[in-house]
């Protein structure tokens, strides 16, 4: 019952964290489950996938109805992602196959690095978005859109981070879209994304229900909390909290 108690708790205060800061459930998720939860990687990996999966999809919903979704950057993104994340689950699928429980620190070492990444870029997401003001994307650079969805649909099959943070970046330092588009697409493209993602960890037996189903009845109401909050708390320097404490706990993973 304390177990169940401490999972559904998690879920209100990382639901509640995505809320107040918009920062990805996996970055925010993944540590917790691997260190606080003491859940192996690959099935942390997994619960994660299928958890953002359902918290995606309500926003996916309000960006197509407000037509702030570009569909066919999502078909592009999504014709590397999917083949992406099927080489991902693939390579754990056959790391454990080897090495065991030894896939466990390869998927530690994995989420450490882009721990370290994700939150660096994050706090240059601001100057990153001046910078590149005004470029235009073209149908001609689809194909490119194409190399970020397989760059990103493999992360996400090793990890389960980065449906959101690393291919939004990408897109950012190769186009540019209007802010509430990028934001509508990407999400849109990380609903996708995300459930192919956990179809495919279920199918490889990595995903726990009952952690998921825990995490998703603690999150709902910790999202409406952190985003009736966003404007009361100062959202900006939280986020830069936050993006520290990734920091060293990344540092942590890669050398612990």
């Not at 990687?41 to 953002?52: C, E, R, T």
């Not at 330092?173 to 609903?191: E, N, W």
């Amino acid at each position: 019952m304390e177990l169940l108690l401490a999972k559904v708790l998690i879920g209100f205060v990382v639901g509640t964290l995505i809320g107040l800061t918009g920062l990805g459930g996996g970055v925010l998720l993944l540590p917790t489950l691997i260190f606080g939860l003491h859940i192996p990687a690959i099935i942390a990996v997994g619960s994660d996938a299928l958890f953002n999966f359902f918290t995606k999809i309500p926003a996916t919903l309000l960006h197509l109805n407000k037509g702030t979704v570009r569909r066919k950057v999502v078909v592009a993104l999504a014709f590397g992602s999917v083949p992406g994340s099927y080489m991902g689950v693939t390579l754990l699928v056959h790391l454990r196959t080897v090495y065991g429980a030894g896939v466990n620190d390869f998927i530690k070492s994995a989420v450490g690095l882009l721990l370290v990444i994700i939150p660096t870029l994050l706090l240059f997401q601001g100057r990153i978005e001046n910078h590149l003001a005004g470029k235009q994307p073209t149908m001609r650079n689809f194909a490119g859109m194409t190399l970020i969805g397989l760059i990103g649909g493999f992360l996400v099959g090793i990890t389960s981070v980065g449906s959101g943070s690393i291919i939004m970046m990408l897109l950012l330092l190769f186009y540019s879209f209007a802010p509430k588009i990028m934001v509508g697409t990407d999400i849109a493209h990380a609903v996708l994304l995300t459930g192919v993602t956990s179809l495919l960890h279920w199918k490889a037996g990595n995903v726990d229900p009952h952690l998921v189903v825990s995490l998703l009845i603690g999150s709902i109401p910790g999202g409406i909390l952190g985003s009736h909050l966003s404007t009361r708390v100062p959202v900006l320097w939280l986020r830069r909290i936050l993006c520290a404490v990734l920091l060293m706990t990344g540092a942590r993973m890669l050398w612990a």
